[in-house]
C-alpha cells in the first residue's frame, strides 16, 4: 500500500467487473490500480489491488489540478471561440494551460473566465475517459493543430505528457447529462465531475513558447490553483501574500542591500554598503568554519583555455551554460562555470601520499553561467555568483567517512543561520538515458550506495531523485524549508569519479603503489549570493542581530543628547558593533519608525533623565523597550547578542 493510501482492496470473484470507485470511500480522487493511477470509473478485473488516493495527498492533488486546468481551457473555448489549445498540466501548487487566442488576454478576461470555471463546476459535468484510435483522434482534433502535433509523438519513444505516452490515445468527454459540453485529448486520469474541484483560483496569464522552445510560436498561458477545499485554498493565498512581502527583490531594495544595474547586465548583481556587510560576514565566519573543519584556503582565476573544461568532461555536458568562448593568442578561453577542474590541476601540481588524504580544498570562487532569461530571479537564479566550493580528495576507503564529516559540516552551518528544518534528496543517476552520464554501472553503483547510507545514518528523511545526477557521479542536497514553509536547495554533496580518472589524479599508497583518488564535491550555500537571497525571505529582511548591517541606532529624544549618544556609539564600535546615531532633524517617534523600516536590531534612546543616570531606553526591533538600563548593561547586552549569533 503506497504512503497516502487509506484503504487498500484485493479484488475478488465478487467484486471483478465493478468500478474501482465503488470499492473506495468517498472521498477518494481517483484510485490506483496495481500501482497505476486510474479514475474512480475504471472497471477492476480479478486479482488487481485498488489503493485509495484522497483528494490531499499530492497524486490526488495532482489529479484535481489536471482536472481545473481541463476546466479551464473549457471555460476560454467557450468565451473566446476559435482559441487554439496547446497543453495543461498540474504543477506544483496549481496548474497552467497554454492558449493561442486571437489576442493576449487581458485581466478582465481572466476574470471572466474564472466566473465561466465557476459556472462549469457548478454543473457537475462528468469526465469520461474514451480511448480512440490514431486515425480517430486526427479526425476529431483536426482543428487543433498543436494537438494533431503532439499526436504524432505517441508511443514508448515519443514525448510523454499530460496528453499522451504509453502509446495509448485517450480523449476525456465532459457531459452535462447526455450532452457533450466538451473535450480534450488526454491521457488522465480525471476526477469524476467537475463539481469535485472545490476551490480554484485565476492567478495570472504570461507568454510562453509551444513545447518551450523559443524557436515555436508563442502561445498566452494562464495559471491558476487549486486546493482540496476552501480553507486550503485560503492558506495558499496567505502565503503567496507573505512570500510577496518577504521577496527578496524588493527587500534588497528597501534595505538598500544589492541591485541589477541594466548597464552590467541581466543576473549580475552589485552588492551595495549594507547587503555588503552581510556577504561579509558570512564569507568571514564560513571561512572560519572551513579552517576549522580541515580545508585548505586555495584562489583559482576566472577565467581558463577551453581545454580544461575538456578534460573535466563539463564540455559538451555544460556548454549550453557557459558563456560563449573568447579567442585570445589563438585559443579559445571561458569564464568558469565551476571550480573544480582548477582545484585538481592544485591537486596535480605535486607528488601526493596517501599520508596527505582527504586533502580539502576550498575557496570563495567566482563563476558565471548563461542562465536563460527567462529562469533568472534577483539574486536567487543569477549569472554572476560566487559558491563556498570544496573539494575532498580521498582514497576510496575513506570517501564514507568524508561525506560523515560533510553532512555534519553542512547541517551544523545551516543551524547556525538559523535554517534548522530540512531533508535531504538523494539525485542518481537514470538509466534510461546513458548518453547522459559518465562512468561504468559498478562505479554509479558503489557512488550512490556510500552516499545513501551516509545520508541515512543522520536520521533525516531522504528523498529519492531518480535522474537528477550531475553527469559525473551522484548528489545529496539538503532541501531547507524557510519561516513560511517553502523548500530551497541548499547544501550539495557529490561524488565523482570521473574528473579523478580524466585528470589522471594520482597519490602513492601505502603498498608503495600509484593509487586514484575519489573526489568529493561540497557547496555549503549553493552560492553566496543565493543564500543571501533565501535569508533574506526567511527573515523577511530582520536578520539576526550578528548578520544585521547596522545593528543598533542611537535615537535622542532632543539634540542636546547627541553627544551623550555618539559617546556610547563609540564605546559599542569599540566591541566591533555596526552602531550609527541619528542625529537629524526629524522628531524622535519618526526616527524610531525609520529605525524600524530599516529592521535594525536594537535602538538606544536617551532623554535627560537618561543622561543624568548614564543610562539608554533599550527599545528592540518588535517594539518593545526597556527603560533605564545602565549603558554598561545596554552595551554588555548587544554584544552578548552578536557574539553568541543569538
Not at 498566452?220 to 521577496?247: C, F, N, P, V
Not at 570562487?365 to 530571479?377: L, Q
Request: net charge negative.
Amino acid at each position: 500500500m503506497s504512503e497516502n493510501s487509506l484503504v487498500s482492496v484485493r479484488v475478488d470473484t465478487s467484486t471483478a467487473g465493478t468500478t474501482a470507485g465503488s470499492l473506495l470511500p468517498k472521498d477518494s480522487a481517483v484510485a490506483r490500480v496495481d500501482g497505476e493511477l486510474r479514475d474512480l470509473a475504471y472497471v477492476v478485473s480479478e486479482g488487481q489491488t485498488v489503493e485509495q488516493v484522497p483528494y490531499g495527498s499530492p497524486d490526488g492533488l495532482a489529479v484535481l489540478r489536471h482536472s481545473a486546468a481541463h476546466v479551464l481551457a473549457q471555460a476560454v473555448q467557450e468565451l473566446f471561440p476559435g482559441t487554439l489549445l496547446g497543453i495543461g498540466p498540474p504543477i506544483e501548487n496549481g496548474f497552467y494551460y497554454d492558449f493561442l487566442p486571437e489576442r493576449p488576454f487581458t485581466p478582465e478576461d481572466l476574470a471572466a473566465i474564472e466566473k465561466k470555471m465557476s459556472d462549469i463546476t457548478r454543473q457537475r459535468q462528468t469526465f469520461s475517459r474514451r480511448v480512440v484510435s490514431e486515425e480517430e483522434a486526427l479526425k476529431e482534433l483536426a482543428h487543433e493543430r498543436f494537438k494533431i502535433e503532439l499526436i504524432g509523438l505517441k508511443g514508448p519513444a515519443g514525448e510523454e505528457s499530460v496528453e499522451v505516452g504509453g502509446g495509448e490515445l485517450t480523449i476525456y468527454d465532459n457531459h452535462a447529462g447526455s450532452e457533450l459540453m466538451w473535450k480534450d485529448l488526454c491521457r488522465g486520469p480525471h476526477l469524476p465531475t467537475t463539481r469535485d474541484i472545490p476551490a480554484f483560483k485565476i492567478m495570472r496569464s504570461a507568454a510562453a513558447y509551444w513545447r518551450g522552445d523559443q524557436n515555436n510560436e508563442q502561445l498566452q498561458r494562464i495559471y491558476g490553483t487549486a486546493w482540496a477545499s476552501r480553507d486550503d485554498l485560503k492558506e495558499h493565498l496567505r502565503l503567496l501574500e507573505e512570500a510577496e512581502k518577504r521577496d527578496h527583490r524588493r527587500l534588497g531594495t528597501e534595505l538598500d542591500l544589492f541591485s541589477f544595474p541594466d548597464e552590467i547586465g541581466s543576473g549580475l548583481a552589485v552588492f551595495h554598503p549594507k547587503g555588503g556587510v552581510i556577504k561579509r560576514e558570512m564569507e568571514d565566519y564560513v571561512r572560519q568554519r572551513h579552517l576549522e573543519e580541515g580545508f585548505q584556503y586555495v584562489g583559482t582565476p576566472h577565467i581558463s583555455k577551453e581545454g580544461l573544461f575538456h578534460t573535466s568532461g563539463h564540455l559538451p555536458y555544460y556548454a549550453d551554460t557557459m558563456f560563449p568562448p573568447m579567442e585570445m593568442e589563438g585559443s579559445d578561453y571561458y569564464l568558469k562555470a565551476m571550480n573544480c577542474p582548477m582545484h585538481n590541476l592544485i591537486f596535480r601540481s605535486r607528488g601526493r601520499s596517501y599520508r596527505e588524504l582527504p586533502l580539502r580544498l576550498f575557496e570563495f570562487g567566482s563563476v558565471y553561467r548563461f542562465e536563460k532569461s527567462g529562469v533568472i530571479h534577483g539574486l536567487t537564479r543569477v549569472r554572476g555568483l560566487t559558491q563556498d566550493d570544496s573539494h575532498s580528495y580521498c582514497t576510496p576507503e575513506q570517501a564514507p567517512d568524508e561525506v560523515k564529516h560533510l553532512l555534519s559540516f553542512v547541517l551544523s552551518l545551516l543551524k547556525d543561520f538559523g535554517l534548522d528544518d530540512y531533508y535531504l534528496e538523494l539525485s542518481t543517476r537514470d538509466d534510461s538515458k546513458p548518453d547522459k552520464f559518465v562512468g561504468t554501472e559498478e562505479e554509479w553503483s558503489v557512488a550512490t550506495a556510500v552516499l545513501e547510507k551516509c545520508a541515512l545514518e543522520t536520521g533525516l528523511q531522504l528523498v529519492a531523485d531518480p535522474g537528477g545526477a550531475a553527469f559525473y557521479g551522484p548528489k545529496i542536497s539538503v532541501q531547507a524549508r524557510d519561516a513560511i514553509g517553502r523548500t530551497w536547495q541548499m547544501s550539495t554533496i557529490q561524488y565523482d569519479f570521473n574528473q579523478p580518472a580524466g585528470f589522471g589524479l594520482e597519490y602513492q599508497g601505502a603498498d608503495g603503489e600509484r593509487h586514484q583518488p575519489v573526489m568529493i564535491h561540497s557547496a555549503k550555500f549553493g552560492s553566496i549570493e543565493r543564500f543571501i537571497g533565501v535569508l533574506t525571505e526567511h527573515y523577511a529582511g530582520a536578520f539576526p542581530a550578528w548578520l544585521s548591517p547596522v545593528q543598533v541606532v542611537g535615537i535622542p529624544v532632543h539634540s542636546d543628547y547627541d553627544g551623550y549618544l555618539h559617546d556610547v556609539a563609540a564605546r559599542l564600535r569599540v566591541e566591533g558593533i555596526r552602531v550609527e546615531v541619528d542625529d537629524s532633524d526629524d522628531r524622535m517617534q519618526k526616527k524610531i519608525r525609520n529605525a524600524q523600516k530599516q529592521k535594525v536590531p536594537f535602538m538606544l534612546i536617551a532623554g535627560g533623565e537618561d543622561v543624568e543616570a548614564g543610562a539608554v531606553s533599550f527599545r528592540f526591533r518588535d517594539g518593545s523597550q526597556d527603560n533605564g538600563i545602565p549603558v554598561a548593561d545596554a552595551v554588555a547586552r548587544i554584544v552578548e547578542a552578536v557574539r553568541s549569533r543569538a
